[in-house]
Each structure stands twice: as C-alpha cells, then as structure tokens.
C-alpha cells in the first residue's frame, strides 16, 4: 500500500507542474497497485486524480466517464 500511495503522491506533485503525462502515467501505477492489494479507496482517488488531469486539459467529458 505504501507504494501505491508514493505513486500517487507523485502523481500530484506532477500534476502540480503540469507534467500530465508523467503525472497519468504515476496514477496508473498506483492504480495497477491498488487493484492488486483490492484497495477500492485508493483505486477510486486515483481515478478522481485522472479526472482531473483531463478537466485541467480541457476534456470534462472525459472526467466524468473515466474508469480504468
């Protein structure tokens, strides 16, 4: 869980600089991790995290039907 977590943490500090790939990129590990370990909570504010990289580049119609 501690790496899942440090995947997603990183995927924030990315998205903060406008690093979207690398931050989707982070947000898809975690979420691989958490799926793994069966963590829904974690899994669920990684898919809001990859919403929000698409809100932030101009596609909301893709935040709100995400789900990988």
């Known amino acids: 869980k501690e790496m899942a977590s440090a995947w997603n943490a990183l995927g924030i500090l990315q998205l903060g600089i406008a690093e979207y790939a690398q931050a989707q990129e982070s ?10 370990i069966g963590d829904q909570l974690g899994r669920a504010k990684c898919l809001a ?12 119609h893709e935040a709100e039907t995400l789900n990988i």
């Open 49 to 60: 995290n990859l919403a929000s990289i698409r809100a932030e580049l101009g596609y909301p």
């Open 27 to 36: 947000y898809e590990s975690a979420i691989a991790l958490y799926e793994q």
